[in-house]
């Protein structure tokens, strides 16, 4: 059964440091990994996209990694900023006919000052 | 301002009225969906239009009827909802709707129905 689960379900750290959020994958066969970031109210926003070949892609202060024979992800946040509270979701696609294109539940992340 | 605009971002409705929610996209593409996302649960994928046709609806229920008359514009016609249908209906774009366009998501309509 194709499915994504992301580790910590909510997180809450201090402006400033650093934090990692975890995607566990079973989709199958793959063909790419997404993160998105949805704040409060607004609908999610592409952070990143990961094919197989690649280990590690940044984004600013965002940084993913795909380990692709474990089946995992992170997303590893710099220096936080109060702005980055919000949610967090991996999103990953099988290449295969039609749309499979499966949704983690997220991560909540709240940076207090 | 947003691709993707969404209206009304509210609404509230008892079970047995009729309301349609509406999606338009600035962007140029192709492809459009309706995603339903419930609290702590993954977003669910509705429905997929390509160059205005249909061509996904994962087993929604009929009282969610879906509109797409060109390629810029998407409706979602409700209809004798259940309350367990509240939820943030979210829309979306891509370039077209194949896996590595990313989605363009509108800021949704957050849907009660008492």
């Known amino acids: 059964k194709n499915q994504v689960e992301q580790s910590p379900q909510s997180l809450i750290i201090l402006e400033g440091k650093n934090c990692t959020l975890q995607?566990?994958?079973?989709?199958?066969?793959?063909?790419?990994l997404r993160w998105y970031k949805q704040d409060t109210g607004r609908g999610p926003v592409s952070l990143t996209i990961?094919?197989?070949?690649?280990n590690t892609k940044s984004n600013g202060r965002y940084t993913a990694t795909l380990d692709a024979d474990t089946k995992q992800s992170s997303l590893h946040i710099t220096a936080s900023q109060l702005s980055d509270s919000a949610s967090y979701i991996c999103v990953v696609s099988a290449s295969t006919g039609g749309f499979k294109t499966i949704f983690g539940a997220g991560t909540r992340l709240f940076v207090k000052a | 301002e947003t691709g993707v605009t969404q209206t009304p971002r509210h609404l509230v409705m008892g079970m047995t009225n009729k309301k349609s929610l509406k999606c338009e996209q600035h962007?140029?593409?192709?492809?459009m969906y309706w995603y339903k996302q419930s609290a702590k649960k993954p977003l669910e994928l509705m429905f997929v239009?390509?160059?205005?046709?249909?061509?996904e609806n994962n087993s929604v229920p009929s009282r969610f009827s879906p509109e797409c008359p060109n390629s810029s514009h998407l409706f979602l016609h409700l209809h004798t909802l259940q309350p367990e249908d509240s939820a943030l209906y979210l829309c979306?774009?891509?370039?077209?709707?194949?896996?590595?366009?990313?989605?363009?998501f509108g800021n949704g309509t957050r849907l009660t129905v008492t």
């Open positions: 990961m094919t197989f070949s690649e």
């Open positions: 239009y390509s160059l205005e046709e249909r061509v």
């Open positions: 979306a774009s891509s370039q077209d709707p194949g896996l590595d366009s990313p989605l363009h």
């Open positions: 995607c566990n994958y079973t989709v199958s066969p793959f063909s790419n």
């Open positions: 962007l140029g593409h192709n492809a």
